[in-house]
């Protein structure tokens, strides 16, 4: 009896010890298929939840309504706009691809993440409002919204959704525009002329001036210059912010990679579109503090000695390199 009851105990200490290395073993199992996943998640591009996800309640409606008006901007408030007339008749998804879910094409992926934040251009802390009625002034060359008006509230509960599942403080690979390395010359706008003709105007017009729809309410193909393209203070005036955007989504209806363009291409084509009319607005409070211009800040004062002209098309390394001097003497001034 002693013999067996010895047994059954020897028996149930292996049946355990076998419990406790299964449970183990798929501990250690998960831990690293977490990390697997984390490691995946973090070297993939962002990608933007399923808008068939957008939950059927009043705050999907607002949602989607924030996302109608990325997608039909003009409808709103372009020149024939239900609400307004003050814009160009752009849509912001002319500049934000797919209502700014394209990686690289101007996404929104980060912006609920990032905002508020620091911009030097403003020179202090700006939030996501104030970020899109930058957008209405400088790309749509409009007004702005009413930042307490139900679009605003729309726009802003669309960007939430759009970023819900990217971590506050972080910006995801494939969020905005890609930076392209630096030309060592000067982007040339007569060779961009070249590359405008031959992949760009079937869609955007030997003009610039872009396709209406039948309606005239909107652009099939966003105006690139002219009187109802975006103004002087926008972002993609900067040559590098439109060269990285058509380096990667122009021209739209390419098949295969060997239609897109080249770094070189985008540069000199970028060259070219902001070497073109349009309309010029001062924004007068922009960079309190000249030191935090970009290298392709195309207006003055700088706090180098290169030209406008340098600043607009390059070469910026030379450039870049003074603002690395300027910026180590003033770091060594401070501990004198």
């Given at each position: 009896m002693k013999r067996k009851s010895l047994l059954r105990g020897a028996l149930l200490l292996v049946v355990l010890a076998g419990v406790m290395l299964y449970i183990e073993?798929?501990?250690?199992?998960?831990?690293?298929?977490?990390?697997?996943?984390?490691?995946?998640?973090?070297?993939?591009?962002?990608?933007?939840?399923?808008?068939?996800?957008i939950p059927h309640?009043?705050?999907?409606?607002?949602?989607?309504?924030?996302?109608?008006?990325?997608?039909?901007?003009?409808?709103?408030?372009?020149?024939?706009?239900?609400?307004?007339?003050?814009?160009?008749?752009?849509?912001?998804?002319?500049?934000?691809?797919?209502?700014?879910?394209?990686?690289?094409?101007?996404?929104?992926?980060?912006?609920?993440?990032?905002?508020?934040?620091?911009?030097?251009?403003?020179?202090?802390?700006?939030?996501?409002?104030?970020?899109?009625?930058?957008?209405f002034q400088r790309s749509l060359n409009g007004n702005e919204l009413d930042s307490n008006s139900r679009e605003m509230q729309a726009i802003l509960a669309y960007f939430k959704w759009l970023g819900k599942d990217v971590p506050k403080g972080k910006k995801p690979k494939g969020s905005g525009i890609r930076?392209?390395?630096?030309l060592s010359r000067p982007a040339y706008p007569q060779t961009g002329k070249q590359v405008y003709e031959n992949k760009c105007q079937r869609c955007h017009g030997t003009g610039g001036q872009g396709l209406l729809r039948p309606d005239s309410v909107a652009y099939v193909y966003p105006p690139l210059w002219g009187p109802h393209s975006f103004n002087t203070g926008a972002g993609l005036y900067r040559l590098s912010r439109m060269a990285g955007y058509v380096r990667d989504n122009m021209p739209f209806d390419a098949k295969k990679p060997a239609d897109k363009l080249s770094d070189e291409e985008a540069w000199n084509v970028a060259a070219f579109l902001?070497?073109?009319?349009?309309?010029?607005?001062?924004?007068?409070?922009d960079w309190p503090d000249i030191s935090l211009k970009p290298l392709d800040?195309?207006?003055?004062?700088?706090?180098?000695?290169?030209?406008?002209?340098?600043?607009?098309?390059?070469?910026?390394?030379?450039?870049?390199?003074?603002?690395?001097?300027?910026?180590?003497?003033?770091?060594?001034?401070?501990?004198?």
């Open positions: 073993h798929r501990a250690r199992h998960r831990t690293l298929k977490t990390a697997a996943t984390a490691i995946k998640n973090a070297d993939s591009v962002w990608r933007a939840p399923d808008t068939a996800l309640t009043e705050a999907g409606d607002l949602i989607r309504y924030g996302r109608n008006l990325i997608a039909n901007t003009a409808e709103y408030f372009g020149p024939s706009g239900k609400i307004s007339h003050g814009a160009n008749g752009m849509n912001c998804q002319n500049c934000h691809l797919e209502g700014g879910t394209k990686p690289w094409g101007n996404n929104y992926g980060a912006v609920f993440s990032t905002y508020p934040k620091f911009r030097e251009r403003r020179g202090a802390v700006e939030n996501i409002s104030q970020r899109i009625n930058d957008c930076q392209l390395a630096w902001i070497s073109q009319p349009r309309p010029a607005k001062k924004f007068g409070k800040h195309p207006f003055g004062p700088f706090t180098d000695s290169f030209s406008e002209q340098q600043h607009k098309y390059g070469p910026f390394g030379p450039i870049q390199q003074e603002k690395q001097r300027l910026a180590q003497n003033k770091h060594a001034g401070s501990f004198l």
